[in-house]
């Protein structure tokens, strides 16, 4: 049995009038999960029109907190990013001049009509099979659809929307497609060739730090050519049509704001076989939906608390729960951008009014240095490498993005049955609440103790320094998981 929830912007939300199960934001961040709690499933009503807005966090800790949400944080994105909506539009291509009375299509060139779109149903009958067909692709509360006709091309666009954006003619009806909803099941896609497959490897030729260098790359072309593989090194202006490939393998620095996110998205739409997916990219590179997730599934970790204002009162519990220096961290960010050490109430709220300027949500973890900290590489659920990565010198972190001379410390790597059963585990488990990609995770240990600090995907794999232990054999074991995935799409 599911237990369903509302979330909304703000306490005074006047859902909260209609319906017994609203919360706000707020509230979800603060109070859940909950102990024992019912399975949950979740109607994000917030607004997510903006990146790392509260309604897009709301969906991304759902899914950290195991809660079935509408919308996911895929289709926040996806929506955001201009939707091919080609396949859809055949559904349309049919409308009548007159939908109803203040619509004429057919008359009316170079004019754009919107339509409401509430859980994939909308009362005009013409438009009916194209929202079905778009809730199943986009799976979202409220889509405002715009429809023009320019020389007798039929124009189609989306909005995405909140409940305080519908006109006031509209929000009785919104109220009665959210109150079926809530009662329903829910259920939410050239050349003659020596190989059987062929990968692109992609990169970015501009990148101060890349996830593999050259030789590296090199090394992956040839293990790919041993498995059966194609695999060809590319930037991403070079690939014109990703349906071209059967893989993507991306060695390029990804986000979420990306094209390296958009086009993992493509080719996992397109049934390719991709690392690190869509979602291994979503969850790994935000640090809250980390963070919430390594507490909801009791992966061991340091003390953190995810800030929502610099108010002197949040100030005031940091200094006391933490103590100085502690860290702040952006929700994205890798190779050690993105991370600050604060020493004083002065330079915490200071830093806090700034990074607010940038995200709805910040990070702030307790202090513990350590002289290194130990990468486990992870693929579908099995170590394959360790490093211990020692501190830039004369500094807090692993990279110090401020010396040019000693930009980063030195490392050690070894094989996996050489690293504590407890490193290894806490590695293990981390990757568990993220997916079965490649990863690579970061992890301090301080006398008997453990903490993960964060899941990567798209590590750092380096010749001669990943590989300095397996060689050749930690290119091939990749490959091989591209091959394994490769051939259990042929049986699909």
């Known amino acids: 049995m599911y237990k369903t929830l509302i979330v909304v912007d703000t306490e005074d939300s006047p859902l909260k009038e209609q319906f017994s199960d609203v919360i706000s934001f707020e509230k ?15 109607i994000n009503l917030c607004d997510t029109e903006h990146y790392l807005s509260k309604g897009y966090y709301c969906s991304l800790l759902a899914e950290a907190r195991k809660h079935v949400v ?43 009509q919107s339509f409401w779109v509430y859980f994939g149903k909308t009362d005009i009958q013409g438009l009916k099979a194209f929202a079905k067909k778009l809730f199943q692709a986009y799976p979202s509360p409220i889509i405002k659809l715009n429809i023009s006709r320019i020389n007798d091309r039929l124009n189609v666009s989306l909005q995405r929307c909140a409940p305080s954006m519908l006109p006031e003619e509209e929000q009785a009806t919104f109220l009665n497609h959210l109150k079926d909803f809530t009662q329903t099941v829910w259920r939410m896609g050239g050349r003659a060739k020596s190989h059987r497959w062929d990968m692109a490897i992609l990169v970015n030729p501009e990148e101060k730090v890349p996830p593999s260098n050259k030789e590296a790359l090199s090394r992956f072309v040839k293990a790919a050519s041993k498995q059966g593989i194609h695999a060809e090194v590319v930037s991403y202006a070079q690939i014109t049509d990703i349906n071209k490939y059967d893989a993507l393998f991306i060695r390029e620095t990804t986000a979420i704001d990306h094209h390296t996110y958009r086009l993992a998205c493509e080719a996992e739409n397109n049934d390719i076989v991709v690392l690190d997916d869509p979602t291994s990219i979503l969850r790994c590179c935000n640090k809250v939906f980390l963070h919430d997730a390594f507490s909801y599934q009791k992966v061991p970790s340091l003390n953190t608390i995810v800030v929502s204002d610099a108010s002197m009162e949040t100030v005031e519990k940091l200094s006391a729960d933490m103590g100085f220096p502690l860290v702040l961290k952006m929700p994205e ?23 607010f300027t940038h995200s709805a949500l910040i990070l702030a973890q307790e202090y513990c240095f350590t002289d290194y900290d130990w990468r486990i590489g992870v693929l579908n659920g ?7 990565y020692k501190m830039a010198r004369n500094h807090w972190q692993i990279y110090n993005h401020d010396s040019e001379r000693f930009f980063s410390g030195g490392f050690e790597t070894m094989p996996t049955f050489e690293v504590p059963q407890k490193v290894l585990k806490a590695a293990l488990k981390a990757c568990a609440a993220v997916g079965n990609g490649l990863y690579g995770v970061d992890i301090k240990q301080k006398d008997n103790h453990v903490y993960v600090l964060e899941v990567n995907d798209n590590p750092s794999i380096d010749h001669k320094v990943e590989d300095a232990y397996l060689g050749d054999e930690l290119y091939m074991q990749i490959m091989s998981e591209f091959q394994r995935r490769l051939e259990e799409r042929g049986k699909a």
Do not use: H, M, W
């Open 382 to 388: 099995r170590a394959i490498y360790a490093c211990r």
């Open 333 to 355: 960010g890798s190779f050690s951008n993105g991370v600050y050490k604060v020493s004083s109430k002065e330079e915490l709220t200071e830093k806090l009014l700034e990074l």
């Open 28 to 42: 979800y961040l603060r109070d859940y999960p909950k102990e024992n709690e019912l399975q949950t499933r979740l």
């Open 70 to 112: 509408l919308p996911s944080v895929k289709t926040i994105n996806s929506l955001r990013n201009e939707p091919d909506l080609q396949s859809l539009i055949p559904l349309i291509t049919g409308l009548p001049a007159a939908i109803d009375s203040s619509t004429r299509l057919e008359n009316a060139d170079g004019t754009e």
